[in-house]
């Protein structure tokens, strides 16, 4: 009899704590796909931002078509992308062009001195810290996903269940790797 | 980085390990004297909780009122703003509710009991003195121990020195004044030696024992500190960030006129004086500057 309770008690354990793995599991890949979306939070902030900035570049330097040109294409081009290494690329060309937006800026000392710029400016650079800081939390939260999955005994309960491990936020493509240079 | 990281985890959890053994002898010497062991562990527990649980609750609240902190608009610091928002995203936080201090004494803490009620707040002196990489491992020291539950965790430690404070305290009262049950029992008993043995052993415990429990706090207090740093660098993925702000602060050495022994322990840097000596150290809530720079020059 106490041996039949033995080998229940010890079958129920087992089953709690596949239970428990299996939930999380689920936890760690939510966290990472939540992560993931953030990024995309943080990237339409920088577009939302990008028209204010242009337009009050603008006001100060009408005649450098060129680079507002080039900024406004960079951006629609980023918006528009599909794969995570297009998104990257486009990515590296709208800093591209930012750079040489700001550089711009730089012959045009009233618009250096205005308010708004100077507020639009230390945004934008704090978006790109957010940026890079959401991406430095989707690797980590990815890690952990990942390690989770790949340890003893929980793989064992991956595997069944189908849980595949994710992919890290890298730069693909070898021109996003390239320092950007900025012509005027 | 990570290994740091869970040498100073496991290095606290001992610790406080210790301290509740600590504990636990010193309600078995208060019951070997008295016979009220456990009700007396109770009784002290409840005490000691009682009186830190209001401070803890509203502990952001009440560094704020003693500090005298303003809080921080958008327009006003956008540079702070973005850069404590940016840290919580790379901490997976809410972002802290920010507050400055105005004096030139670079310094900064955090409070709060949960990350969802934290604050974090920086002089004025400091966003002066620090570049944008210094601040950053300024700000994600703070953001670390917010992560980290540190004002728990020190609270926690608060009560088991309430605890051994009380439990020795009536220790030694019961020793010298009676009123124990057991005493009586064991005098007009036999077995008188072992029964002073134990006496002895226990008085001995009385007496060190609020010593060793402000050692053990102070120790806690320490490791986080360390471990605020490790986790801080692993937020920026640069280390030499916190480094350069040590590197500064320990040169500015004035002293902060806001900050007392109470709230001394929440500073990133000791703000009231910098202990050297090897005594000296055992009675700080900081590890030496010195220290915490190699340990971050070593990730």
């Known amino acids: 009899m106490t041996g039949l309770v033995v080998v229940l008690a010890i079958i129920g354990v087992v089953i709690v704590a596949g239970i428990g793995i299996y939930n999380g599991l689920i936890t760690l890949r939510n966290r990472a796909d939540n992560a993931w979306a953030q990024v995309d939070v943080q990237l339409r902030r920088r577009y939302d931002l990008i028209p204010n900035l242009v337009e009050t570049v603008k006001g100060y330097a009408k005649h450098e078509r060129e680079v507002f040109q080039k900024v406004t294409e960079a951006r629609a081009q980023a918006i528009n992308a599909g794969t995570?290494?297009?998104?990257?690329?486009?990515?590296?060309?709208?800093?591209?062009?930012?750079?040489?937006?700001?550089?711009?800026?730089?012959?045009?000392?009233?618009?250096?001195?205005?308010?708004?710029?100077?507020?639009?400016?230390?945004?934008?650079?704090?978006?790109?810290?957010?940026?890079?800081?959401?991406?430095?939390?989707?690797?980590?939260t990815v890690m952990k996903f990942n390690t989770k999955q790949q340890v003893f005994p929980s793989n064992m309960i991956a595997n069944m269940f189908g849980f595949k491990e994710k992919e890290y936020f890298e730069i693909e493509e070898p021109e996003a790797k390239e320092?950007?240079?900025?012509?005027? | 980085m990570y290994e740091q990281i869970t040498r100073n985890k496991w290095r606290s959890f001992f610790l406080i390990l210790f301290f509740l053994?600590?504990?636990?002898?010193?309600?078995?010497?208060?019951?070997?004297?008295?016979?009220?062991?456990?009700?007396?562990?109770?009784?002290?527990?409840?005490?000691?909780?009682?009186?830190?649980?209001?401070?803890?609750?509203?502990?952001?609240?009440?560094?704020?009122?003693?500090?005298?902190?303003?809080?921080?608009?958008?327009?006003?610091?956008?540079?702070?703003?973005?850069?404590?928002?940016?840290?919580?995203?790379?901490?997976?936080?809410?972002?802290?509710?920010?507050?400055?201090?105005?004096?030139?004494?670079?310094?900064?803490?955090?409070?709060?009991?949960?990350?969802?009620?934290?604050?974090?707040?920086?002089?004025?002196?400091?966003?002066?003195?620090?570049?944008?990489?210094?601040?950053?491992?300024?700000?994600?020291?703070?953001?670390?121990?917010?992560?980290?539950?540190?004002v728990l965790v020190q609270t926690l430690a608060v009560v088991m020195v309430g605890v051994v404070a009380l439990l020795s305290d009536w220790t030694l009262r019961t020793f010298f004044w009676g009123g124990g049950r057991r005493r009586s029992r064991d005098r007009s008993g036999g077995g008188g030696n072992a029964a002073a043995i134990f006496i002895v052993v226990a008085l001995v415990l009385a007496i060190l024992s609020p010593l060793v429990a402000q050692l053990l706090r102070l120790a806690i207090s320490r490791k986080?500190?360390?471990?605020?740093?490790?986790?801080?660098?692993?937020?920026?993925?640069?280390?030499?960030?916190?480094?350069?702000?040590?590197?500064?602060?320990?040169?500015?050495?004035?002293?902060?006129?806001?900050?007392?022994?109470?709230?001394?322990?929440?500073?990133?840097?000791?703000?009231?004086?910098?202990?050297?000596?090897?005594?000296?150290?055992?009675?700080?809530?900081?590890?030496?500057?010195?220290?915490?720079?190699?340990?971050?020059?070593?990730?």
Request: charged share 20%.
């Open chain 1, 84 to 140: 995570v290494g297009e998104q990257g690329q486009a990515e590296n060309m709208l800093s591209g062009a930012l750079k040489s937006l700001f550089a711009v800026a730089e012959n045009y000392p009233d618009l250096k001195a205005n308010q708004n710029f100077l507020m639009l400016q230390e945004e934008l650079a704090g978006t790109e810290g957010k940026i890079a800081y959401a991406r430095q939390f989707y690797n980590d």
């Open chain 1, 179 to 184: 320092p950007v240079k900025v012509e005027f």
């Open chain 2, 21 to 150: 053994c600590l504990i636990f002898a010193l309600s078995w010497a208060f019951g070997e004297l008295t016979g009220w062991g456990t009700e007396g562990l109770i009784i002290a527990v409840v005490i000691a909780v009682a009186m830190t649980f209001g401070s803890y609750y509203a502990s952001d609240k009440i560094v704020l009122a003693i500090s005298r902190a303003r809080p921080v608009k958008k327009e006003d610091y956008p540079y702070l703003y973005n850069v404590v928002e940016g840290l919580a995203i790379a901490a997976g936080l809410p972002k802290p509710r920010c507050y400055v201090i105005d004096d030139t004494a670079p310094n900064a803490f955090a409070s709060g009991r949960n990350p969802e009620n934290s604050v974090i707040v920086v002089t004025t002196g400091l966003l002066q003195k620090l570049n944008r990489a210094e601040l950053e491992g300024v700000i994600a020291h703070e953001m670390s121990h917010i992560k980290n539950y540190d």
């Open chain 2, 224 to 299: 986080r500190e360390f471990l605020a740093d490790a986790n801080g660098a692993l937020l920026t993925r640069y280390p030499p960030g916190l480094a350069s702000a040590l590197k500064k602060l320990s040169a500015d050495r004035e002293p902060l006129e806001a900050a007392n022994k109470a709230t001394a322990h929440l500073y990133i840097v000791n703000p009231l004086k910098d202990f050297k000596g090897k005594v000296n150290k055992l009675f700080s809530t900081h590890p030496p500057i010195e220290e915490r720079i190699a340990a971050l020059e070593k990730m």
